[in-house]
């Protein structure tokens, strides 16, 4: 019988909007920045796969940097705030994880995986978009741009080469006298591994928003079904 991370469907329906909340967070982060700097930004589309911000800031490297920035300072204002909940909530040494220790702890980890990538110097990830602007400032709009988006690109290909390499390890891994061995614990690890690589594979596919925001829902649910299979407690 599978294993559940919760108790009861009530939970798991929480924990999809919190992360929805999460992302709507991010967004707004945006938005509210684009107009502290007298830009034009009045649209946010949420999808099951994430959301995106349609922002104008001013042509300016400073306005872009804030309007750019503000998306992950919430993220990282969040970070805390969840730990210490999780924290805060946690269950006794031998005793059953209580759901709202996994909540917690959940978003902590769902909130840490959009900063995180969010932050890859991959244009049109806001890492990207935040290199673009500094080197604004230096190159001017147009040469900033070209740096950040070859840069992207020589990210997305190092992430692939990742991937690859780590799909020809896990061969390695689950051999069959690896899979032998030890059959429940290479299978549980593989599950997750390779979700997390269809996830990177993604970003090389394609370069918009809203696939990224995809890598980082398949990596949450990777590491979801991850716990969920091992029963590993926060």
Not at 56 to 65: D, T, V, W
Not at 165 to 175: E, F, G, P, S
């Amino acid at each position: 019988v599978q294993r559940r991370i919760f108790s009861s469907h009530v939970w798991d329906a929480l924990f999809f909007l919190a992360s929805f909340a999460i992302v709507l967070l991010h967004e707004f982060g945006h938005v509210l920045a684009c107009r502290s700097v007298g830009g034009q930004a009045d649209r946010i589309v949420l999808w099951p796969l994430g959301g995106l911000a349609f922002t104008a800031p001013p042509p300016r490297p400073g306005a872009n940097l804030w309007t750019t920035a503000a998306g992950p300072l919430v993220n990282i204002m969040l970070t805390p705030i969840l730990f210490v909940a999780s924290m805060r909530f946690i269950g006794v040494e031998g005793e059953p994880v209580e759901d709202i220790n996994q909540f917690f702890w959940l978003l902590f980890l769902f909130n840490l995986l959009i900063l995180i990538f969010n932050l890859l110097p991959i244009y049109p990830l806001d890492g990207g978009r935040i290199l673009h602007a500094l080197l604004w400032f230096v190159l001017g709009r147009s040469t900033s741009l070209f740096v950040a988006a070859v840069l992207g690109i020589l990210g997305a290909i190092a992430l692939a080469g990742l991937g690859v390499a780590i799909r020809d390890w896990w061969a390695t891994v689950l051999a069959p006298e690896a899979l032998a061995a030890d059959p429940e614990l290479t299978t549980r690890l593989a599950r997750f591994h390779m979700m997390l690589m269809d996830g990177l594979f993604l970003q090389v596919r394609s370069s918009t928003h809203k696939d990224i925001k995809r890598l980082v829902t398949l990596v949450a649910q990777g590491l979801s079904r991850h716990l969920e299979a091992t029963g590993v407690a926060a």
